[in-house]
Every structure is written in C-alpha cells, then in structure tokens.
C-alpha cells in the first residue's frame, strides 16, 4: 500500500469519525475524546523521554504546565481572546516549554544515576509554587475564562492535527539514525560514546523534544477546559502520564495512544460502577503500576509499534 | 616516522593508590605497539585515559600534534582514535548491521538542522544517505565474512565472532589510530592464531597504527613492532620485543625476584 | 541508608514514616496511652520504629524483591505505586482529616537561656536522634551485619560469593531504615501533634534532598544536609517568603547537583570501564 493511499484512508477515518462524535454523540462523550487526545500527547512526549531515551522524567506535569500557562496567557492578553489564533498560542507553549526543558537538561546529564527524575520533579514543584504565587495569572486560584473553539469540530480537528504532528515526528525519529543513537544508549552508553556519539547531548536533544510536546499538550488543555490552576499541574498528574506510558510500553509510540484509549474511557465506563469516594482510581492506578511492573513491564506493546501487518496475520489463522 | 600518539608524563590517582604514575611514551604512524605488564600494571587505565573516559592528574596526550588532554571521550573518537573493551561491549539487542551503523552513522549525522528537517519529512535524500550507509555497514561486515550475520541480534553470535564485530565496529569509526583491550581474552590456540591474521590484515588494508594491551606473550612477541611495559603503574621498560623478553625488570616484574 | 546501599530512591520511604506515625497512634489509643509519661514515650517510639520496621519489610518483601534484576526504572515506578498507594489507601482506611496524636510527654520548659526557652520536648528530640544515630553508626561501622551491608552496597554481584544472603541483608536494611523513619515520624507528630496520610510527602522529598545534598552513602553527610536544610528553610519563613519554602529544598538539590554530583560529603563510584 503506498504512502498516499495511507494518507487518505487516515483522512477518511478520521473525518468519518469527527462527523460522528460531532453528529450523533453528546457533548460529554466529545469532552472525552478530546481529554483523550490529550493524554495521548502527554504520554507521548514522557514516552520519548522515558521510554525511548530510557530517562526518568517526573516532571512532565511541571512542563505541562508551562505550555498552558504561556498559551493562555498569550491568547488573553496579547491576542484578544481570538480563537483563530489558538493554534498560535498553543505553539509558543511547546517552544517555552522545550526551552525550559532545554534549561533542566544542561545540568542534568553530566550526571550520573536516577538524578533526572529529581531533577525534574523538583522542576515541577519550583514551577507550581511559582504559579501559585504569581497572582497576575491568578495565584492559588487559578486563571480563568480561557478562549475555547467555538464549535466541536474546530477542537476536534486541531486535537487530531497535533496528535498527528506528535506521533508522526516520534515515530520518524524513533526509526532514523537518532532513534538508534537512544537505542545504543540504552545497550550501552560507554560503548556508544567511544563510537562518538556525544550522549550527554543526545539526551538533552531527546529532553527538549519531548518537553516541547508537553508544552503543546499543555496549551491545548488550557484552552480546551477554559480554566487552570496550579493545583491541576501536581506530581499526580505527573504519575497519570506514567501509568498511561508505562501500560502502553516504554518505547512503544502506537502503544501510549492505545494505552490512552483506555485509561481514559474505562474509568468513565466504571464510573457508574464504582463508588469512588476518595477517587478510587487513586488506588486502583498505584496497584496496576505495581503489577505491571512485577508482572508485565514491557506492558502492552513494549519496545514495538502496533503492526496491523502482523495483526491481519494473527486474525486470519 | 612520524609520532602519531605523544603521551607525556600521565599520571592519575585514586584514592590513595597512583594507578598511572609519570607514565612517557609514544606511538609512531603505521606502528603496532604493544602495552604489557601483569595485572594492575595500570595498562587499561592508561587506554580510559587516553580514550577519554579519565581525566588525568597530570601529563598530556597528543594525538597528530594535536593536544587531546581535556578531550571527552566522543571527541577522542571523532579525532581518529578507536578502541574495544576487555569485556566485549557490544549493543546486544541490536543485530549485527545495526551495531555497525550506530558507529558509521556517527560522522554522517551530525544532527543539524539539515539532517533534523531530511529525516523528519523522509526526503528523498534521506532515503538515499540511509541506504548508502546500510551498504557501506554490509561491505566492511563483508571482508570480515560477517555480512551473513547482519541481520542477527549481535548477543546470538559466537563468542569468537563478537570479538571481531567489536573490532569491526571500531573501524566503522575510520579511526586512525586503533586500540585494542585484551583482544585474544578467552579465545584458545587456534582462535589466537587467526587473531593474530586478522590484526595484521587490518593493519595493512585499513591503514591503522594500532595499540594493543595483551596479556597473550606469544602473540605479543609476534605481532608487535615495539613493546611498552608497566609495572604498578610506572613504566618500567620501553624496546623491541627480543630485548623486552630478556630483560631483568620484565622477567622480575612478571616473575617476582629471583630468589639467589 | 536505603538509597545507598541499593543505588535506589524508595520514594515510598516517606509513607513508611507516616505509616509509623499511625501506628504508633493506633496502638496508642488501643493500650490506652495517652497520659504523658516518660514509660509512654518510650513506647510510643518504640512501636513506631517497629510497626515501621514490619511495614517496610513487607513493602521490600513484597514490592521490590521481585524486582532485584530489573532495570531501575521499574523499580523506581514501583516505589512511586506504593507511595501513592499508601497516600490515598491511608486516606481511605484513616480518613483524610488530620489526627491528634496523643501527649506521650508532657511539654516543660527545661529552662531559659538568654531569651531561648529549653523545652523537654526538643531536647528528648535531640536527644533520641543522637542516640538513634549512634547506634545506626555502630550498625554500620562496628558490627559484621553493617559490613555486610556495606559490600552489599558495593558489589552485589560479588557478596553472594562470600556467602552473604543479599536478600537478607537488604531485607535487613530496610527494615533498619524503616524503623528510624518510624522513630522520626513518633518523634515528630509529639512536637507537632496534628498527623494525617498525606504527612510523609513534603519530609520526603525535603529528606531525600538532605540525603543527596550530604551525599549518597555518607551518614555524617545525611545529618549536616538535614540540619542545613531545615535551618534555610526557617530562614525564609523569617523572611517571609514561607510559600517559597517547599521549592526551597529543589532549588538547592539542584544548585549542588550541579557542582558536587555526590552531594557535600559524598563518595563517588567509578564505574569499572
């Protein structure tokens, strides 16, 4: 099948599935599928990360974060509240993002050891407390009346066009000469730097990119809620992005989308099971990530890439 | 004769114990120089230094009149010098070619914005530089006659096979200068022998001075031009190899003192 | 303790010491302690250095012990599952809202020193964690179990060969680093008696700064880092920046990082090449 006929079965499906959600579904399952865009981002960009350059990242809440604030900020105050130029915002949300991912990666790889996911973790606080005393946008309570898209199809189709962007640029990278210079990092980082591959600067390189996705994910999610508080950028959502990684599978780009898909609509589906008064996810996520990682680490896909290839094959026997 | 490789008064400590102590010598182009000495000598320290991966306390190290003292160890690479490690350290989960790509693609790639933008998109010409490296991979593995392993995860090779795809990697990085660590360790009679037929083939068709830590005397002897011996970390001699077989301190060194 | 020895953040570190603070406060309500007393106070201790000791070896038994070969990320994952777990499991069973612990020590002014009062309070504190760090000291440096312990940290591959049973020595590691944290936490919750399940996380992250900020595997280093630590951070409370202050310990994790990755008073590890 050639590239093209790729391409434009991917539009069908994708239109096909926006006239859907958009025609015969409710508000509510729409809300979702957008969070669901979004988490799949987020775990994308900690997946490249974590996964792929094998870095510890706990941060990624933090850089979040910065991509929401900078696109809110931007698109109330310096662009009018026009959600034309929402993309515009959402954009410089990744670059601020990455460039603060940039600052966190100069110190971070000279060192040796699990110090990035300090590192990174304290860069999310010192980022919340900042926010939370920053009261032109809003302190402890928060920055408000965010533009949203007018219509469900505009959000809709902007979420797929950065989902798109993310996965296509990851998966790029992951299958080019970069993706096998993570690769031999992860074998064997001594090895690999006698071959003259600086890692340090690998790493940092794999850190920006990853941050700037965070940073998109995180703009878009401000103008999707319309509101965002330091409070919903806490180390707990750093671990949500993990748990969706990590079940995916570290290093797997089509496994974090999928993971996604399920992390976001199951707990919906048992929302009307459950009895969560504490949310009882809270629990239910630590204990699968125990599991998983005594049980099954690679998670679903582990290194690999969902390959409709092989499951035609596995389907026909 | 040119020197290729100046090392000057290297010296490094840890902890309490001067593992390299004022240690002089020099490598000249096309030779092949052998670094002997018993366990502990400080013989691999030596190579971490020169590679990159210490730093030391004192002394320099000059490659092509070019000072490389503070250079890390990717730069080291990038001026011309490649080494192997006493235990193989080969990128297991990856298979044979990609081993080898991972070191070539070094010089082609060198992440600007050019290279970012070409295999971001696909571009044509991304196509074609990733094809001309895979073919270049496949013709170095093909002179060592492990082309047939190429698409074998480099961990299921034999034992005698990985020792040379390490080797083979190592030229992928066009050094001109070549380091071996031990590279006979655990290989018998035979494999030594072939060993010996492949470092000198290498020599010749690819160019290479080469430095060589063995603990294998018969194929020092042999093959090397020139022999450099340390002893606790000091160099205790420095000649052809039939005056290093019978010298006193060689022999007392590797032997202890004669008891009279 | 624990990060030295296995080379690996038990971020759960922190829920074992509000586990122990609950415990201890359970237990004391259940006998009936709450008069002030110096017998209470001891054994308010004591139960929580050894209810923490249970609960973190079964965390170790549990969690992480299937984990000993696997790369380090997937246990550093699993140390993070447990901790939430603990959080909000300890939500669940004890209820979110802050507890009182009970007096086990009636509060004296001791006596004043040029405007300073003495309190009994903070000089059993002083007191117990001197005498806590001694005998950890003497673990470590004077008896075979902290030898052991220290090869351990250092060759795990090599220590079973000298017939040493890593998993008893790492068992008994935590449960030694369980115990003082449950020691902390009893002593802690008597100065400052309100406790609740989220209590562990703001210590945690500021201990483990403390820890890397004296350096990995250097117990004196751990003491100097904590005393530093809390002494900055009462410095900007002065000042009033006080909401600063949890950003504070980062700040500086991160400052030392960058020029002395092995913390004030570290050892590095070389990596054999």
Redesign the interface.
């Known amino acids: 099948m050639s590239q093209i006929k790729k391409y434009i079965i991917f539009l069908i499906l994708v239109s096909g599935l926006g006239l859907l959600l958009n025609y015969f579904l409710n508000s509510y399952i729409q809300a979702i599928f957008i969070s669901f865009i979004i988490n799949a981002i987020m775990a994308l960009s900690l997946n490249f990360i974590t996964g792929l350059a094998d870095q510890f990242s706990l941060g990624h809440a933090g850089l979040m974060a910065i991509g929401a604030y900078t696109a809110a900020v931007l698109n109330k105050e310096f662009l009018d509240n026009n959600w034309a130029l929402i993309p515009v915002g959402v954009l410089a949300g990744g670059m601020v993002a990455a460039f603060a991912g940039y600052l966190i990666s100069l110190p971070s790889f000279r060192l040796k050891g699990d110090y990035l996911a300090i590192v990174t973790l304290g860069m999310a606080e010192i980022v919340r407390v900042v926010l939370l005393n920053w009261n032109h946008v809003g302190g402890p309570r928060g920055y408000n009346a965010i533009m949203k898209f007018p219509e469900f199809m505009y959000s809709y189709a902007f979420a797929v066009l950065l989902l798109f962007i993310t996965f296509m640029?990851m998966y790029?990278?992951k299958f080019?000469?970069?993706g096998?210079?993570l690769?031999?990092i992860n074998?064997?980082d001594?090895?690999?730097?006698?071959?003259?591959?600086?890692?340090a600067?690998t790493k940092r390189?794999a850190f920006v990119i990853s941050s700037f996705f965070a940073g998109l994910g995180g703009g878009f999610y401000a103008h999707h809620l319309g509101y965002i508080s330091p409070g919903s950028f806490g180390f707990i959502i750093s671990v949500q992005i993990l748990i969706v990684a990590v079940l995916g599978g570290l290093g797997s780009l089509s496994g974090s989308i999928v993971a996604a898909l399920i992390l976001t609509f199951l707990p919906e589906i048992l929302r009307s099971v459950q009895m969560g008064s504490v949310d009882l996810r809270m629990i239910i996520y630590p204990i699968l990530l125990i599991l998983m990682m005594i049980l099954r680490p690679q998670g679903l896909f582990g290194r690999t890439e969902l390959n409709l290839k092989s499951l035609k094959e596995r389907f026909s026997k | 004769m040119s020197k290729l490789l100046v090392v000057e008064n290297l010296s490094i400590q840890?902890g309490g114990l001067k593992a390299v102590d004022a240690v002089n010598f020099h490598i000249n182009k096309s030779e092949l120089l052998g670094l002997i000495g018993p366990n502990g000598a400080g013989k691999?320290t030596v190579f971490?230094i020169i590679?990159?991966?210490y730093k030391a306390d004192e002394g320099s190290i000059n490659f092509e009149e070019q000072d490389i003292t503070p250079a890390?160890?990717?730069?080291v690479?990038?001026h011309g010098l490649?080494?192997t490690?006493q235990n193989i350290?080969?990128?297991?989960?990856?298979t044979v070619l990609?081993n080898v790509?991972?070191?070539a693609?070094?010089?082609?790639?060198n992440?600007s914005l050019i290279d970012w933008f070409s295999?971001?998109?696909?571009t044509s010409t991304?196509k074609n530089v990733?094809i001309n490296l895979e073919n270049e991979c496949l013709e170095l593995l093909k002179i060592f006659e492990l082309d047939k392993f190429a698409k074998e995860m480099a961990s299921s090779l034999p034992y005698g096979a990985q020792r040379k795809l390490e080797i083979v990697?190592?030229l992928?990085?066009k050094p001109k200068l070549l380091m071996l660590d031990e590279p006979a360790a655990g290989m018998n009679h035979q494999e030594t022998q072939e060993l010996n037929k492949l470092i000198r083939f290498i020599k010749d068709k690819f160019n290479l001075t080469i430095l060589l830590i063995e603990h294998d005397m018969k194929l020092v002897m042999n093959i090397c031009d020139r022999i450099v011996v340390l002893n606790r970390g000091k160099k205790i001699a420095d000649g052809m190899p039939d005056d290093i077989k019978s010298s006193a301190e060689v022999i007392e060194a590797y032997l202890g003192k004669r008891k009279t | 303790m624990v990060y030295g020895i296995l080379t690996m953040i038990n971020f759960a570190h922190s829920e074992i010491y509000m586990m122990g603070a609950f415990a201890a406060f359970y237990l004391a309500r259940f006998a009936g302690l709450d008069t002030p007393s110096p017998l209470n106070f001891t054994l308010g201790i004591l139960a929580g250095a050894l209810l923490a000791a249970i609960i973190g070896f079964f965390v170790e038994m549990l969690a992480y012990r299937p984990l000993r070969s696997s790369p380090k990320m997937n246990v550093l994952i699993t140390a993070i599952g447990v901790s939430i777990l603990f959080q909000f499991g300890g939500q669940i069973i004890f209820g979110a809202d802050p507890k009182s612990f009970p007096t086990l020590i009636e509060d004296r002014v001791l006596f004043t020193l040029a405007d300073i009062s003495i309190r009994l309070v903070d000089m059993l504190i002083y007191f117990v964690s001197f005498v806590s760090l001694g005998i950890l000291s003497f673990i470590i440096f004077k008896t075979q179990t902290g030898r052991a312990m220290r090869a351990v940290s250092t060759r795990p591959d090599m220590t079973p060969l000298m017939g040493i049973n890593n998993n008893k020595i790492i068992s008994t590691t935590f449960i030694i680093g369980s115990a003082l944290a449950g020691v902390a936490a009893v002593l802690v919750s008597i100065k400052y008696p309100k406790i609740d399940p989220m209590m562990g996380v703001k210590i945690g992250t500021s201990s483990f700064v403390a820890a890397v900020f004296g350096g990995i595997g250097s117990l004196h280093g751990a003491v100097i880092g904590g005393f530093l630590l809390g002494l900055g951070e009462y410095y900007l409370i002065g000042y009033g920046a006080s909401t600063y202050k949890d950003a504070l310990s980062f700040l500086i994790l991160i400052g030392v990082l960058l020029y002395k990755p092995t913390g004030l008073f570290g050892t590095t590890r070389?990596e054999k090449?």
Request: proline share 0%.
């Open positions: 640029t790029r990278l080019s000469w970069f096998r210079n690769w031999a074998e064997d001594i090895a690999a730097e006698v071959m003259g591959l600086n890692v600067k390189r | 840890f691999t971490n590679s990159g991966f890390s160890a990717s730069e690479n990038h490649a080494r490690f350290r080969l990128f297991k989960n990856l990609e790509l991972v070191a693609q070094q010089r082609k790639h992440g295999s971001l998109f696909n991304h990733e990697r190592a992928a990085t | 070389k090449i």
